[in-house]
């Protein structure tokens, strides 16, 4: 199992426990457990919405591609630890992780 803890929108932190074997990202998950993430591009790296803020493990993670970078340089609350949840697949390097939700809601 791979443990994250997620961080709302209003500070509160929740750890999620995920099957080590599951194909998704981390935006899929997060909407799975009932998060309120827009996603409005389902995935692709063209919207923004699922913006998280990596709080711990972000140098585990793989680099941002030049697309997800790219998407990330439109928003104003950017920083070095911003990430596209749609563009994180879940394995074992996320393992211990922290991620503040900072992307749009859904209504």
């Known amino acids: ?30 909407k799975a457990s009932e998060y309120h993430i827009l996603a409005t591009c389902g995935g692709m790296a063209l919207c923004a919405t699922c913006h998280v803020q990596v709080l711990e493990g972000g140098e585990r993670l793989g680099n941002a591609n030049d697309q997800e970078l790219d998407m990330l340089d439109t928003l104003p609350d950017a920083g070095s630890d911003s990430r596209l949840a749609c563009q ?10 922290v991620f503040r939700i900072l992307g749009a809601t859904e209504e």
């Not at 997620?6 to 935006?27: A, F, H, K, T």
């Not at 994180?88 to 992780?97: H, K, N, T």
């Open 1 to 30: 199992m791979i443990n994250i803890t997620v961080e709302d929108r209003n500070g509160e932190r929740q750890q999620l426990e995920i099957p080590d074997d599951i194909s998704l990202s981390l935006m899929e998950v997060l």
């Open 88 to 97: 994180l697949r879940i394995d074992q390097s996320m393992d211990g992780a």
